[in-house]
């Protein structure tokens, strides 16, 4: 057997030890989202600011097609709902602020599989996860962008 092969066989086995790698991940990634969100302010001129600086520029996609983005207004609906603002949130970009519970949701998940050390606790079904993201990809993300398109609820100019 080559080298390669017995690496391949130990990564294959997935020993336990490694098995609360992507709790472990998951929890950082909720923990990491949560701080970014908290560390960019809101600011004046519907713009986030970092340590005092404008964070981000104009809109690229807007810029090119004269179209809202469908994206514009995520980051600030982070921010918003990271401090409480679930309506403020929502408004900027609905999809942000599922996306953001989503993930924190996750955070949450892969905490307690690793304080309880079961990679397996609080299992969600695979179709429910995969159910879910197409209901958001189709509700609040491309049917929010296409009313935006149309003039409902446009995000403040900037």
């Given amino acids: 057997m080559s080298r390669i092969e017995a690496v391949l066989d130990q990564i ?10 992507w709790p472990a991940a998951m929890m ?5 989202a949560l701080a970014a969100s908290l560390i ?3 600011g004046s ?3 986030c600011y970092f340590l005092g600086h404008r964070f981000g520029g104009p809109c690229g996609f807007q810029s090119a097609t004269g179209l809202p983005c469908p994206s514009c207004g995520m980051t600030r609906s982070w921010v918003w709902l990271a401090r409480g603002h ?3 949130a929502f408004t900027y970009n609905a999809a942000g602020a599922i996306l953001f519970l989503g993930v924190e949701a996750m955070g949450v998940i ?9 990679p397996d606790k ?19 993300y491309l049917l929010v962008w296409i009313a935006r398109m149309f ?3 446009p995000l403040p100019p900037h």
Wanted: a positive charge.
């Fill in 12 to 21: 294959a086995t997935f020993p336990e030890r490694n098995r609360l790698v």
């Fill in 122 to 140: 609080w299992r969600i079904p695979s179709r429910f996860v995969s159910s879910t993201v197409i209901v958001w990809m189709v509700g609040p």
């Fill in 45 to 47: 001129h519907e713009w």
């Fill in 40 to 42: 960019l302010q809101p």
């Fill in 28 to 32: 950082v990634l909720g923990l990491g």
């Fill in 110 to 118: 892969g905490a307690v599989r690793l304080a309880f050390r079961d």
């Fill in 86 to 88: 679930v309506i403020r």
């Fill in 151 to 153: 003039g409902v609820n």
